[in-house]
């Protein structure tokens, strides 16, 4: 390249930086600092020596440094110097990380790009800087760290010993001395308001759930505040759903194989899903069946356009409506989580008393069109919401069988208590409890009620010869009559308890007697 050359290229340099956006300008100064700008100001001025060396050899103001050596002359030189600032640049623009010491530039970057809803841009920053916002939000400024080491931790006996006079001294003098040091660090409090601002805001939230849904995992990973953490997973969470074709429903749509068991084969190409399950401890400490459960509700309760399609007939909901249908999706990730923790040791329900809410939301809503053929099986998707809630509980007491030993989160008595350590205990009361809203609702048919009775009284039968899940089957029979845990008996739900029995499948009722004696027991009481 020739001087010409040279001064064209810097010309153009200078035009294209006039006219950049403002949050190009600031990405530019968040990518350099002061040691690369001296970098380029002394290229700059060599090539400007080189430039005007005719000029200062008549004004002799040159350096003579001798001959030209290795075949370099003053042109190759001049596009050798060229070449290494633009290489140089090329690599600190690409692996520039934010630091303590340009975290102010950061914020101005990131509060411009949410003033000009650059939300595309603002997804591709986080996802290069997140991790070193947080590391710095969470880091010490040499200060601050050297004031926590002078400051001593108080020891009791010395405290009130006699002779602490000497000790005494020394603990003010390095007490004052971290007093002195201590003070407040602008760079975390500035980290820490950019983070609250960023996992705050619903469009940029939206924008992550969208485009890099496996960025809000790496955020979710990061050691937040426990508030904006859990801001954040309820937004994020809420725009997964939202979005019919989000991660949440094909990674749900995918994971449906099963092993022995009852246990779901959860893939690692299902990355969310994984994160969430494959350590179920995971999902429990985050509280992930809150924003999922409050969402399904949410939906049930509030989306007229989705309780208006549910109150229709089935149509091809279940062939193909169904893998976008929120509820069911829903329903299916509370099935894997729950069963996961039952086969990984949880002493916890996982608040599996969503389902309760969810029957409860489901029949809230009923209201059936007049071209609805009950005599289906599943007359609307309603009904088919309701027989997966129904089907989901069952599956968790079905799975108790194939744990392993004497399994400390499987433990269960007769009588129909509380225990939150037990998952088939509260599978058990929450069954009950969705049974007798289904048996109180007068928009549901016998035909529909018998079904859902049966189901019951089918695992009954099947299991209750097993030694391990006897008294599993004596809870489920005693929830089932008492409304879940409920201790004040209901006589209209139990005459039509007993009323319906006589419609279940004959071997069924053979195989139940137990069932109907205690329900004649308890009507005759």
């Given at each position: 390249?020739?001087?010409?050359?040279?001064i064209?290229?810097?010309?153009?340099?200078?035009?294209?930086?006039?006219?950049?956006?403002?949050?190009?300008k600031?990405?530019?100064?968040?990518?350099?600092?002061?040691?690369?700008?001296?970098?380029?100001?002394?290229?700059?001025?060599?090539?400007?020596?080189?430039?005007?060396?005719?000029?200062?050899?008549?004004?002799?103001?040159?350096?003579?440094?001798?001959?030209?050596?290795?075949?370099?002359?003053?042109?190759i030189?001049?596009?050798?110097?060229?070449?290494?600032?633009?290489?140089?640049?090329?690599?600190?623009?690409?692996?520039?990380?934010?630091?303590?010491?340009?975290?102010?530039?950061?914020n101005d970057?990131?509060?411009?790009?949410?003033?000009?809803?650059?939300?595309?841009?603002?997804?591709?920053?986080?996802?290069?800087?997140?991790?070193?916002?947080?590391?710095?939000?969470?880091?010490?400024?040499?200060?601050?760290?050297?004031?926590?080491?002078?400051?001593p931790?108080?020891?009791?006996?010395?405290?009130?010993?006699?002779?602490?006079?000497?000790?005494?001294?020394?603990?003010?003098?390095?007490?004052?001395?971290?007093?002195?040091?201590?003070?407040?660090?602008?760079?975390?409090?500035?980290?820490?308001?950019?983070?609250l601002?960023?996992?705050?805001?619903?469009?940029?939230?939206?924008?992550?759930?969208?485009?890099?849904?496996?960025?809000?995992?790496?955020?979710?990973?990061?050691?937040?505040?426990?508030?904006t953490?859990?801001?954040?997973?309820?937004?994020?969470?809420?725009?997964?759903?939202?979005?019919?074709?989000?991660?949440?429903?094909?990674?749900?749509?995918?994971?449906?194989?099963?092993?022995?068991?009852?246990?779901?084969?959860?893939?690692?190409?299902?990355?969310?899903?994984?994160?969430?399950?494959?350590?179920?401890?995971?999902?429990?400490?985050?509280?992930?069946?809150?924003?999922?459960?409050?969402?399904?509700?949410?939906?049930?309760?509030?989306?007229?356009?989705?309780?208006?399609?549910?109150?229709?007939p089935?149509?091809?909901?279940?062939?193909?409506?169904?893998?976008?249908?929120?509820?069911?999706?829903?329903?299916?990730?509370?099935?894997?989580?729950?069963?996961?923790?039952?086969?990984?040791?949880?002493?916890?329900?996982?608040?599996?008393?969503?389902c309760?809410?969810?029957?409860?939301?489901?029949?809230?809503?009923?209201?059936?069109?007049?071209?609805?053929?009950?005599?289906?099986?599943?007359?609307?998707?309603?009904?088919?919401?309701?027989?997966?809630?129904?089907?989901?509980?069952?599956?968790?007491?079905?799975?108790?069988?194939?744990?392993?030993?004497d399994?400390?989160?499987?433990?269960?008595?007769?009588?129909?208590?509380?225990?939150?350590?037990?998952?088939?205990?509260?599978?058990?009361?929450?069954?009950?409890?969705?049974?007798?809203?289904?048996?109180?609702?007068?928009?549901?048919?016998?035909?529909?009620?018998?079904?859902?009775?049966?189901?019951?009284?089918r695992?009954?039968?099947?299991?209750?010869?097993?030694?391990?899940?006897?008294?599993?089957?004596?809870?489920?029979?005693?929830?089932?009559?008492?409304?879940?845990?409920?201790?004040?008996?209901?006589?209209?739900?139990?005459?039509?308890?007993?009323?319906?029995?006589?419609?279940?499948?004959?071997?069924?009722?053979?195989?139940?007697?137990s069932?109907?004696?205690?329900l004649?027991?308890?009507?005759?009481?």
């Amino acid at each position: 390249m020739d001087f010409n050359g040279l001064i064209a290229f810097l010309g153009l340099a200078v035009a294209v930086f006039t006219v950049m956006p403002k949050y190009k300008k600031l990405d530019l100064r968040l990518r350099l600092n002061r040691i690369d700008l001296g970098l380029l100001g002394s290229g700059f001025l060599v090539l400007l020596y080189l430039l005007y060396l005719p000029v200062l050899r008549e004004l002799q103001l040159d350096f003579d440094l001798g001959p030209w050596l290795w075949g370099f002359n003053q042109e190759i030189f001049t596009n050798s110097v060229l070449v290494l600032l633009v290489v140089y640049f090329a690599i600190r623009l690409k692996t520039t990380k934010i630091s303590r010491g340009n975290i102010d530039k950061a914020n101005d970057l990131f509060e411009q790009l949410l003033f000009d809803k650059k939300y595309d841009e603002l997804v591709e920053l986080l996802d290069r800087h997140v991790e070193a916002i947080i590391r710095v939000q969470a880091s010490d400024s040499i200060r601050n760290t050297l004031s926590k080491l002078l400051l001593p931790s108080l020891d009791v006996d010395q405290l009130f010993s006699r002779n602490t006079e000497p000790e005494s001294k020394l603990f003010k003098l390095k007490s004052k001395l971290a007093m002195t040091l201590a003070h407040e660090d602008e760079c975390c409090e500035v980290a820490e308001v950019l983070l609250l601002r960023l996992f705050k805001h619903e469009a940029l939230i939206q924008r992550i759930a969208y485009n890099k849904p496996y960025l809000g995992i790496r955020i979710i990973q990061q050691d937040l505040n426990k508030w904006t953490k859990e801001e954040f997973i309820t937004r994020y969470f809420c725009e997964l759903i939202d979005d019919l074709s989000s991660i949440y429903y094909f990674e749900l749509n995918h994971t449906q194989t099963l092993h022995g068991m009852s246990r779901y084969e959860i893939s690692k190409s299902s990355k969310l899903l994984h994160y969430l399950f494959s350590n179920v401890t995971v999902a429990e400490s985050l509280e992930i069946y809150r924003p999922v459960g409050e969402k399904v509700c949410d939906l049930l309760e509030t989306n007229q356009a989705l309780i208006k399609r549910y109150n229709e007939p089935l149509g091809r909901f279940y062939d193909v409506e169904r893998q976008k249908c929120p509820i069911d999706n829903s329903l299916h990730f509370f099935n894997l989580m729950i069963i996961e923790s039952l086969f990984q040791g949880v002493r916890w329900h996982m608040w599996l008393y969503y389902c309760d809410s969810f029957s409860k939301s489901i029949i809230g809503s009923m209201n059936p069109t007049k071209d609805v053929d009950f005599s289906l099986e599943w007359p609307t998707p309603f009904h088919y919401l309701l027989y997966q809630v129904v089907d989901h509980l069952i599956q968790w007491l079905d799975a108790v069988q194939y744990l392993e030993g004497d399994a400390s989160n499987a433990k269960v008595k007769e009588e129909p208590k509380s225990d939150n350590s037990s998952i088939p205990q509260c599978s058990a009361i929450c069954l009950g409890r969705v049974i007798w809203q289904i048996f109180d609702s007068g928009l549901i048919t016998n035909e529909f009620k018998t079904g859902m009775l049966e189901k019951v009284l089918r695992f009954i039968s099947g299991h209750q010869q097993i030694e391990s899940m006897s008294r599993l089957c004596k809870l489920v029979e005693n929830t089932v009559i008492q409304r879940g845990n409920n201790p004040k008996l209901d006589s209209n739900y139990l005459a039509l308890l007993a009323e319906l029995y006589h419609d279940v499948d004959h071997v069924i009722t053979c195989e139940t007697e137990s069932f109907y004696n205690s329900l004649t027991a308890h009507l005759e009481s």
